[in-house]
């Protein structure tokens, strides 16, 4: 996912928009100075910093930068290992030993991410935070969240541009082009599309005004179902991956609010799969086929970071 949330917030990232792909004569990480590490994994091998880099504008403009390592890919690593790269040993224990091995510049690629200029926004989200559960109920939703978001300035322009084809147009997969049923299929930008193994493809919903979960009623129905059906055949077709291999669900609270679900495969622990946070398409679909005002009353819980304006909201009326 290579760039500013707020063009293509499948950044996720809490998402995340690219668009087409565009050439520029001066490097994106021009003059970058360090300002904080602004969290890191040990265990993805991905590290989040803040910096500073020279933009077209006199002042230096505040910069996110994702470093994350590659996934693995077998054949590139069988040709690596039968060409003896050098190695050098780190411990050895009887029939175990550990080197450091030194890979050729092709198979040390580090993905980079970047978001230029960032806002406060940007930055705090991928700052370590505490976290905090809210349990929403129907009228916390009308009286604190629903207000919260009308009263925001969230862009999902990036959204329409993918919908209209005024961007990223060569990497659908798969579109039903009903206004009201229909919807378009694109791998996430957190997926390198190398292996299948990390599948993750997104369904934008083609009907603008539905937000979220909460708007969902059984008119929504044969949307939630096009996509359900026509998006497990589209990537059966392309990647072989059948229905029970797949996790398809949506978010509660999304990363942005136009309706989107998201296709990975079972295998992959992909972000944002969480139980406080992933509502799986079938399920979301029986809710609504037993009540169709399920989403309107029912209390959904999900976790919010510690500055969190949406979390101050839920304070301010002693929610938390």
């Known amino acids: 996912?290579?760039?500013?949330?707020?063009?293509?917030k499948r950044q996720d990232v809490d998402g995340g928009g690219l668009g087409d792909p565009e050439v520029s004569d001066s490097h994106p990480l021009a003059g970058f100075r360090l300002q904080a590490v602004l969290k890191e994994s040990a265990r993805d091998k991905v590290i989040f910093l803040h910096g500073k880099v020279d933009g077209d504008s006199q002042e230096p403009q505040d910069t996110v930068v994702i470093l994350e390592?590659?996934?693995?890919?077998?054949?590139?690593?069988?040709?690596?290992l039968s060409q003896r790269p050098p190695v050098t040993l780190q411990l050895k224990n009887d029939i175990y030993s550990v080197y450091h091995l030194t890979p050729p510049p092709a198979l040390n690629e580090i993905k980079t991410t970047v978001i230029c200029p960032a806002t406060e926004k940007h930055i705090k989200k991928y700052l370590r935070q505490d976290l905090f559960l809210i349990h929403e109920t129907g009228e916390d939703?009308?009286?604190?969240?629903?207000?919260?978001?009308?009263?925001q300035s969230f862009s999902i322009q990036w959204v329409y541009n993918i919908l209209e084809?005024?961007?990223?147009?060569?990497?659908?997969?798969?579109?039903?082009?009903?206004?009201e049923h229909g919807f378009i299929l694109i791998p996430d930008f957190k997926w390198n599309q190398k292996q299948v193994e990390d599948l993750y493809l997104i369904a934008i919903c083609h009907p603008r005004g539905i937000k979220s979960l909460r708007d969902l009623t059984s008119d929504h129905l044969p949307l939630l179902r096009?996509?359900?059906?026509?998006?497990?055949?589209?990537?059966?077709?392309?990647?072989?991956?059948?229905?029970?291999?797949?996790?398809i669900?949506?978010?509660?609270?999304?990363?942005?609010?136009?309706?989107?679900?998201?296709?990975?495969?079972?295998?992959h622990d992909a972000p944002g799969i969480s139980v406080e946070r992933a509502h799986l398409l079938h399920d979301v679909i029986q809710n609504i086929e037993s009540d169709p005002r399920y989403y309107q009353i029912r209390t959904l819980t999900y976790a919010?970071?510690?500055?969190?304006?949406?979390?101050?909201?839920?304070?301010?009326?002693g929610k938390c």
């Not at 084809?165 to 206004?179: F, G, L, Q, S, T």
């Not at 919010?304 to 009326?317: G, H, S």
């Open 249 to 267: 669900y949506l978010h509660y609270q999304p990363s942005y609010y136009h309706l989107h679900v998201h296709f990975t495969a079972l295998g």
């Open 69 to 80: 390592r590659v996934p693995f890919q077998a054949d590139a690593v069988s040709g690596l």
């Open 304 to 317: 919010l970071r510690a500055d969190e304006a949406l979390l101050a909201k839920f304070r301010e009326v």
């Open 141 to 151: 939703y009308k009286a604190v969240t629903l207000p919260f978001i009308e009263a």
């Open 226 to 247: 096009n996509i359900l059906i026509e998006g497990q055949d589209a990537i059966l077709k392309r990647y072989g991956f059948h229905g029970n291999k797949l996790r």
């Open 165 to 179: 084809k005024k961007a990223e147009a060569d990497r659908i997969e798969y579109e039903n082009p009903d206004p």
């Open 1 to 8: 996912m290579a760039q500013s949330s707020e063009k293509r």
